[in-house]
């Protein structure tokens, strides 16, 4: 089965570090795009980053650059979002999710489940 | 970054109406816009992508149509279970903005 499976919730207090997971099966994890995209409490979809396990290539919102790191380790179909320094405003859901097409960013058809990420002291 | 429009921010509608929302970018974008579909507590789904293709499995009611600037997203006749919150996201570039979503209920 094609899938992408995230890592568990987590509860942080603010100045702690995070590093949350996303693990690719059932396809070929080198050759598609991975992106992150964060959903605060009632709000809506922000498209935080991007990354091409294939070869570490990760682009990032101007919003979220220097805010969080995207990196991937293909001998495991895994990518990961981690910040240094949280705060009370990365309380949020974040989701993981591939595009449809190999190689290219382009619509995301296949999502993780989300991780729950709350910050607080 | 480009800017994705959608409107309404919500919308009431009854069962079997036609109900339409919009998407409006802030430069061309060409055909590179998607739709998605969010129930509460679930990741999104894809409806639509590049404007106007309809993802498989995705019921034939959910359609899609527009270039450059303007979009519309069309649900023909409004079912129980398409009570959502509909964004729209473009990838002519990035970051790949999503809509602020527009929010459909039952009336």
């Known amino acids: 089965e094609v899938q992408l499976v995230q890592s568990g919730a987590e509860v942080k207090k603010p100045g702690e570090s995070l590093k949350i997971s996303c693990k690719g099966s059932g396809y070929s994890f080198t050759n598609y795009w991975i992106g992150w995209v964060r959903q605060m409490p009632g709000k809506g979809l922000e498209w935080m980053g991007i990354?091409?396990?294939?070869?570490?290539?990760?682009r990032y919102s101007p919003s979220f650059q220097g805010q969080v790191t995207v990196s991937a380790d293909k001998s495991i179909s895994t990518a990961y979002l981690q910040w240094s320094s949280l705060k009370a405003s990365d309380t949020a859901m974040y989701y993981c999710?591939?595009?449809?097409?190999?190689?290219?960013?382009?619509?995301?058809?296949?999502w993780g489940q989300g991780t729950v990420v709350t910050v607080s002291s | 970054d480009i800017q994705m429009t959608q409107s309404p921010s919500s919308l009431s509608a009854s069962v079997g109406d036609r109900v339409t929302i919009t998407c409006q970018a802030s430069q061309d974008i060409s055909n590179y816009l998607n739709w998605y579909q969010q129930k509460p507590g679930k990741a999104p789904d894809l409806l639509i992508y590049d404007a106007s293709n309809l993802e498989t499995g995705v019921p034939s009611r959910f359609s899609g149509s527009g270039s450059g600037t303007d979009f519309t997203f069309t649900i023909s006749s409004l079912q129980p279970e398409d009570i959502a919150t509909y964004y729209c996201q473009h990838y002519d570039n990035l970051p790949g903005t999503f809509g602020q979503g527009t929010k459909l209920e039952i009336k």
């Open positions: 999710a591939r595009p449809r097409i190999p190689a290219a960013v382009s619509a995301f058809d296949l």
């Open positions: 990354i091409y396990p294939g070869d570490s290539d990760t």
